[in-house]
């Protein structure tokens, strides 16, 4: 077989675009964790590397170098203004407002640094794949470190402070139950943001959140002690599984499913917690019934393959019975599939618009 020159050139640059993201990632994270971002964020006009450096207390050379990488691969804006003998003041770097929401501004529905918060511990458990590939067995979240559990938190919080209670459980339809005192619980809460977010809002209702890492309930249990809330409380179901008294009103499951080692035992205990008019809202990935499908209709395919194997299928095989399901794995169908194995018989999509996620509202 002959090789084309063409193809070959083309090849070799899709090949190292994957290099240019992966090493500009690293990049974003320094942006994040050193303040670069924010520092630009907050300036009145577009700056230096020495006014940039001077702004976050860091070394010019190597600020110049960072916002050259950034500016390049246009994360960040820059201009140039340039005089008879160039010099570094020639070149300012500054972010526009959609750059300032991705980038720094935590508050923002669309802020998107989690994911490179935790993206040095993502990388590290590349040095335990070759070990797994051989055995089967993955890596639970713990074995990402506390930092692990800030970069989910720091992922998926800014979407759902802004969209959680006026957007989410008004779809599912449990808002008046909620307000009226409700028994809830969240089953894979992480470093518990929905559930403390549903018990300040909520203060008549009682929300437990279930988590098995235990990096995220230390997490999260700081911030309980924060919230001084006295209606939310943390727990690893591994010691104190769900109730199994069909005494909840409300059980949720946010990105979490997929993970899991046996997601249809956790169902069943799900819906043994139930009330019989009880609901479990399943948020998960919008995910498609073959990999084919997930190829061609969802241009996050690749990310979302690769963390699946950094992360989230590893999670789900850390036991050497488990599922797998992966960050793709569970499409509407399997969900509900698994579902109605697992004893429910309503299943409803939610119209809650997301990029990424799904929502059901399921019932008995
Ligand atoms: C991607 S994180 C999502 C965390 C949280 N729901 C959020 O939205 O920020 C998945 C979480 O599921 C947890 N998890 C995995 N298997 C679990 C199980 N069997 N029971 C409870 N939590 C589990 C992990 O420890 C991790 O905190």
Redesign the pocket.
């Known amino acids: 077989m002959s090789i084309d020159p063409d193809r070959l050139k083309f090849f070799s640059y899709l090949l190292f675009t994957k290099l240019e993201g992966a090493v500009t990632s690293g990049m974003a994270h320094l942006g994040d964790q050193l303040g670069l971002y924010r520092a630009m964020a907050s300036a009145r006009q577009p700056l230096t590397t020495a006014q940039l450096a001077a702004a976050t207390g860091l070394h010019e050379r190597w600020v110049r170098e960072w916002a050259y990488n950034q500016a390049s691969a246009k994360l960040i804006s820059f201009s140039t203004e340039p005089s008879q003998t160039p010099t570094l003041d020639d070149d300012t770097f500054f972010l526009s407002p959609e750059q300032v929401a991705v980038l720094a501004d935590e508050s923002h529905p669309a802020f998107g640094m989690g994911m490179f918060h935790r993206l040095p511990q993502t990388m590290e458990s590349l040095k335990r794949m070759p070990e797994s590939f051989r055995t089967g067995i993955g890596h ?2 713990d074995s990402h470190g506390p930092d692990g559990a800030v970069g ?2 720091r992922s ?1 919080e800014p979407w759902n402070n802004a969209n959680l209670i006026p957007v989410v459980l008004p779809a599912v339809g449990i808002i008046d139950l909620l307000r009226r005192g409700a028994n809830v619980a969240d ?5 518990g ?2 559930v403390l977010r549903m018990a300040k809002e909520f203060p008549k209702s009682r929300v437990v959140g ?4 235990q990096f ?1 309930l230390a997490r999260a249990r700081e911030r309980l002690a924060d919230s001084r809330l006295t209606n939310a409380r943390f727990t690893d ?1 591994r010691t104190e599984p769900l109730p199994n008294d069909n005494s909840l009103d409300f059980v949720c499951t ?3 499913i997929h ?4 997601p249809l035992d ?1 169902m069943r205990a799900i819906r043994a917690s139930l009330k019989q008019d009880g609901v479990w809202l399943l948020v998960d990935i919008k995910a498609h019934d073959t990999f084919a499908m997930n190829a061609e209709k969802n241009p996050m395919a690749a990310l979302m393959y690769g963390i699946s194997v950094l992360s989230c299928m590893s ?1 789900a095989m850390a036991t050497p019975d488990g599922a797998g399901l992966g960050t793709l794995g569970l499409s509407a169908m399997t969900a509900e599939t698994m579902a109605r194995t697992a004893g429910f018989s309503k299943f409803e999509r939610l119209s809650v618009d997301h990029s990424v996620n799904a929502f059901y509202a399921i019932r008995p």
């Open positions: 639970n979240y989910i938190e998926f089953v894979g809460c992480g470093a943001g929905a279930y988590d098995i890492s995220a179901p946010f990105d979490c993970d899991m080692t046996h956790v999670s």
